[in-house]
Each structure stands twice: as C-alpha cells, then as structure tokens.
Nanobody, 114 residues
Framework: VQLQAFGGGSVQPGGSLRLSCAVS????????MGWYRQAPGKDRELVAEMITGGRTNYAESVKGRFTISRDNAKNTVYLQMNSLKPEDTAVYYC?????????WGKGTLVTVSS
C-alpha cells in the first residue's frame, strides 16, 4: 500500500488549504482513511478520520473548521482546512488502515503565518 499526499503550503491566518492523499495497492473495502499532524516538539496527533461507511472523527481543535471527505472510487481522502490558525502549523500525514495494519504517507508541511 502506498500513499501520496498533496496540497501543503503556506497560508495566512484565516486562510484555507486543501490536502489530498491518494492510496494505491491492494485495498480492501473496510478501511479507515485519515489525517494526523505533528507540530515541532509535539507528538503526532489525530486531526480527522473517516471510515468506509462515512463515520467521521475529528480532533476538538479542528471541529467546525476542517472537513474530511473521501472518494472511494479514487481511493483518495481529502482534508479541507478553513479558518486556519498559526497553531495549525505542522507536518500533516495521511494514514490508511485496514485489517489491523497502518500505512503512512510522507508528510506535507502546512505553515500558517502572517
């Protein structure tokens, strides 16, 4: 299983970015696709995840600002990030989980600064 993420960059506070992550390889129908982030000096944390059936789980800090979605036909997960704050600055990683195994993509840097 391979994951390729796109969409990081620099944005001013209050701005928006959209991350995408395409998953390829041997995939099974029941899985979880999600996004994590790691800020400098901090542990990696869950941002948002979505299971195949559509149930979602968000970190409290991003609720109402970020939206996760997925296109099962394209095996792609998206993270729409609005109203970005400086504390959202981090390396964002996509994660794909199936049959008890986790697969990670390379991180993409998101910088929120004026």
């Amino acid at each position: 299983v391979q994951l390729q993420a796109f969409g990081g960059g620099s944005v001013q506070p209050g701005g928006s970015l959209r991350l995408s992550c395409a998953v390829s390889g041997r995939l099974f129908s029941n899985n979880v696709m999600g996004w994590y982030r790691q800020a400098p000096g901090k542990d990696r944390e869950l941002v948002a995840e979505m299971i195949t059936g559509g149930r979602t789980n968000y970190a409290e800090s991003v609720k109402g600002r970020f939206t996760i979605s997925r296109d099962n036909a394209k095996n792609t997960v998206y993270l729409q990030m609005n109203s970005l704050k400086p504390e959202d600055t981090a390396v964002y990683y996509c994660k794909f989980s199936q049959r008890g195994m986790d697969h990670w993509g390379k991180g993409t840097l998101v910088t929120v600064s004026s």
